[in-house]
T-cell receptor, first 117, second 111 residues
Framework: GAVVSQHPSRVICKSGTSVKIECRSL??????MFWYRQFPKQSLMLMATSNEGSKATYEQGVEKDKFLINHASLTLSTLTVTSAHPEDSSFYICSAHPGLEGTDTQYFGPGTRLTVL | DAKTTQPTSMDCAEGRAANLPCNHS???????VYWYRQIHSQGPQYIIH???NNETNEMASLIITEDRKSSTLILPHATLRDTAVYYCIVRGSQGAQKLVFGQGTRLTINP
């Protein structure tokens, strides 16, 4: 089956620093990738939709200048949390869509746990 | 996308069939029913999806009622590794559409 990886799997950083999370589709090309955030004991919340070669579409309430998304190739999307604060500590998960007609399934990465001290 | 309603939690004995219900009474004609599960501290895993016919794969079976207003995910022989949060999601079929996750059902398989 399709495999999506994320790097790093966990990261601890100091308040005020920026953190970059990578999402890669390993065996397929992903025209669209999605970024989710999950706080403890809560469900996944969609942050933004990322299309290769164009600007990301952010969900209401998500600051685009704080959560920078780059989808420069068909196998890689990055999420940069800028000037991270403790309230940004969360589990960040990406998913990738192959972009083929009739293939509706999204495949999720294993997630990145961010802890901001 | 149509909203779904699932029980908050369920328990099932190991080796028995786990039947997880989902209500989606406002589903429209071109919307699919998707099931994902999330084991603790991992990304969601795709299980199965269907439009109106019952579906079966190596992981589970999906039974959709004739009026499509509800469905049941069946894990035929539950194991301890099936303990997870199960999400029922309704979405359209056109291209890469976002998935909107509800609270899901926390399924606990007991030895």
């Amino acid at each position: 089956g399709a495999v999506v990886s994320q790097h790093p799997s966990r990261v601890i950083c100091k308040s005020g620093t920026s953190v970059k999370i990578e999402c890669r589709s390993l065996d397929f090309q992903a025209t669209t990738m999605f970024w989710y955030r999950q706080f403890p004991k809560q469900s996944l919340m969609l942050m933004a939709t990322s299309n290769e070669g164009s600007k990301a579409t952010y969900e209401q309430g998500v600051e685009k200048d704080k959560f920078l998304i780059n989808h420069a190739s068909l196998t890689l999307s990055t999420l940069t949390v800028t000037s991270a604060h403790p309230e940004d500590s969360s589990f960040y998960i990406c998913s990738a869509h192959p972009g083929l007609e009739g293939t509706d399934t999204q495949y999720f990465g294993p997630g990145t746990r961010l802890t901001v001290l | 996308d149509a909203k779904t309603t699932q029980p908050t939690s369920m328990d099932c004995a190991e080796g028995r069939a786990a039947n997880l219900p989902c209500n989606h009474s406002t589903i429209s004609g071109n919307e699919y029913v998707y099931w994902y599960r999330q084991i603790h501290s991992q990304g969601p895993q795709y299980i199965i999806h269907g439009l109106k016919n019952n579906e079966t794969n190596e992981m589970a079976s999906l039974i959709i009622t004739e009026d499509r207003k509800s469905s049941t995910l069946i894990l035929p022989h539950a194991t301890l590794r099936d303990t997870a949060v199960y999400y029922c999601i309704v979405r359209g079929s056109q291209g890469a559409q976002k998935l909107v996750f509800g609270q899901g059902t926390r399924l606990t398989i007991n030895p």
